[in-house]
């Protein structure tokens, strides 16, 4: 094999697998161990003290090391220097593949093949012939299958819309997406067998469910906490010259309740929420700021003083969801429900609290 190496590669690649099997060697653990992620990642960006994004390459101080540690990589800036692509945390993929159960012979889809490397676990550790990736970004496809051929790799990595799935190699047994969702989309249930699992991510979590018939499955969330890039979309942005003239009303939530406790259930009351927040000069916590991608907005101050505009009032959603949960709710305390024509989320008890997705994903 080509792949640069200098021998410290190797053994930090040893380690990082070392440190996420944590005593339990697997299959999986075996695919980290064999395949090299700096070969998938050659260069990565950091950002610097004044929030800028530096480039950081084979060969520069910090590359190995932040090669081989548990942690999320950005991978792809836009032209604004938005992230748009990364490699995900090592532990989170391990515990997504995990999940998904595969065995030899299973036909896999992957969503988002990014730059290649989890399609590598995959077809390492299934065969290529059974591993199929895609991915929207031609160029990021480009990239993926040109690292896939220098680990000696050649799954099917084609360009496309994920939501979609790819139907030429259907039907799947097992479906994965390293791209966050807002909903599980109808097309991936339809080319999956019955009987099938997919584990995608869904808002601040990650949802593993089970095709029960055509159009149909039921599952959980893992316990994971997990934030995948969206699926690229258009949507407005935060109206808060509008929502600053808008009267205030009173909220008893605190708003870092939405930034703590109420960070996942309301990634799925509602779906593709942004947020942000604002400090004073002593970095204590004055304000956040939601939107969503209709052009809905929430900023909540400290005092108390809410102020909402667009077609939702979205801060009225997190006083719900405060009244709902008493602490931070456990992911897999949430149960999703997939019909041809729906997509429920319900908490706790039959009869509970519940949300539909949207239907769109």
């Known amino acids: 094999m080509t792949w640069p190496d200098n021998g410290a590669s190797a053994a930090a690649r040893q380690q990082m ?26 260069c990565f960006y950091q950002q610097n003290a004044e929030g800028a994004w530096q480039p950081v390459t084979w060969g520069e101080p910090g590359y190995l090391e932040a090669v081989y540690s548990d ?44 730059t290649g490397y989890n399609a ?18 031609y160029e990021l496809v480009k990239a993926a299958v040109r690292h896939l051929e220098v680990v000696g790799l050649r799954p099917t990595v084609v360009v496309g819309d994920g939501a979609q ?17 807002h909903t599980i989309p109808q097309q991936l249930l339809q080319q999956a067998v019955p009987g099938a699992v997919i584990v995608v991510p869904l808002g601040y979590g990650i949802v593993r469910v089970t095709v029960t018939g055509p159009g149909h499955a039921v599952g959980r969330f893992l316990d994971t906490p997990a934030f995948f890039m969206a699926r690229r979309s258009s949507g407005a942005p935060p109206q808060f010259d509008e929502a600053a003239q808008q009267p205030p009303t009173d909220s008893s939530v605190p708003p870092a309740d939405l930034l703590g406790r109420l960070k996942f259930p309301a990634s799925i009351a509602l779906p593709g929420y942004n947020s942000c927040s604002w400090k004073d000069d002593e970095g204590n916590l004055e304000a ?51 019909t041809p024509t729906k997509q429920t989320v319900s908490y706790g008890d039959v009869g509970g609290a519940s949300w539909d997705l949207p239907a769109s994903p």
Not at 165 to 181: E, F, H, K, M, Q
């Open 288 to 338: 956040v700021g939601v939107w969503t991608p209709d052009g809905s907005t929430a900023t909540a101050h400290a005092s108390g003083a809410v102020r909402q505009c667009g077609p939702q009032r979205l801060w009225d959603t997190v006083e719900h969801l405060a009244r709902v949960f008493e602490g931070a709710p456990a992911r897999e305390e949430f149960r999703v429900t997939i």
């Open 71 to 114: 942690e999320a990589l950005t991978t792809q800036l836009d032209d604004h220097g938005v992230p748009t692509s990364s490699s995900s945390q090592p532990s989170v993929m391990l515990r997504m593949l995990d999940a998904l159960d595969a065995e030899d012979g299973h036909r896999v889809l992957e969503l988002g093949a990014g």
């Open 17 to 42: 697998a070392a440190d996420l099997a944590d005593g339990h060697w697997n299959d999986w653990i075996d695919a980290f161990s064999a395949i090299p992620r700096h070969v998938f990642v050659p």
């Open 165 to 181: 799935g790819w139907p030429s190699r259907a039907p799947y047994d097992r479906v994965i997406a390293t791209v966050g969702l």
């Open 120 to 137: 590598a676990l995959l077809a390492h550790r299934l065969g290529a012939s059974d591993v199929t990736s895609i991915d929207i970004d």
